[in-house]
């Protein structure tokens, strides 16, 4: 349907942002094509190895409030509980947030940072990519037309990774003013990172990675003086713009603030013990 429709065509799920462009007079699409009762695009489940599988309509609601997703992968589910209000989250979509391509989404940081893969599909075939490379532009992303996103999927969150996200906000209805995620991999028993993802919202006009940052962590004890400079890296990758939510430059300090909290989140994460 989605192919073949005569004139522009858009996927519906939630509609909690279709549905409020399209009454304000930026969308005009000819037909909405429903995906509520297509089978499998709700799936959520751990998979046999341990990682996640997020169908594309899983409301916003079941993600922060399932018992898997908040053992196994904490951080997803606290970023989930950020969107909107509990009404929104109750018909907001995992694939409607990032389909939307707002760089504000928050769903995104958490999940790039995560490592997770999109999977599209036309309804014949299937293809993936890394879901940092699924946005194009500010409301863009590589679907192409008879194409959507069929589900998320996240790689096993090891017992020495630390995964979380921070968000900077006025209101608890308000989109971020910046978000930071973190997934940092340590050394049993010690701060070194083997391994890291910083990644950045509402800060460039996609979600991106903080990349200098990251390869300034990589194999380094995570002390002060390198949480100070990592953090000063990671506003150096931020590229915002002036808005009415924020200017370009309160945005890079939120960055750099946010990132090194993200750090420092992590480094008292292994301190406790976490790492054994």
Known sequence: MLASADGPVKALAGGTDLLVQMKQGGLEPHALVSLRDVPGLDALYLDEDGGLVIGSVTPLAALENSPDVLRAFPGIAEAASFVGSMQVRSRATVGGNLCNAAPSADTAPILIACGATAV??????????????????????????????????????QETRFAK???SFRSAMDCCTVGVAVCADFAPGTTEVRDVRLA????????????????????????DALL??????????????????ASAEYRKILVEVLSRRALAAARAWVEKGAVA
């Open 120 to 157: 599209i599909t036309d309804g014949r075939t299937e293809r993936r990519l890394l879901l940092e490379d699924f946005f194009t532009g500010p409301g863009q992303t590589v679907l192409k037309p008879g194409e959507l996103l069929k589900a998320v999927v996240v790689p096993p969150l």
């Open 165 to 167: 996200y921070f968000k």
């Open 200 to 223: 950045l919202g509402a800060v460039a006009p996609t979600p991106i990675r903080a990349r200098a940052a990251e390869a300034l962590l990589v194999g380094r004890e995570l002390d």
């Open 228 to 245: 100070d400079r990592a953090s000063a890296e990671a506003a150096g990758d931020a590229q915002p713009i002036d808005d009415l939510r």
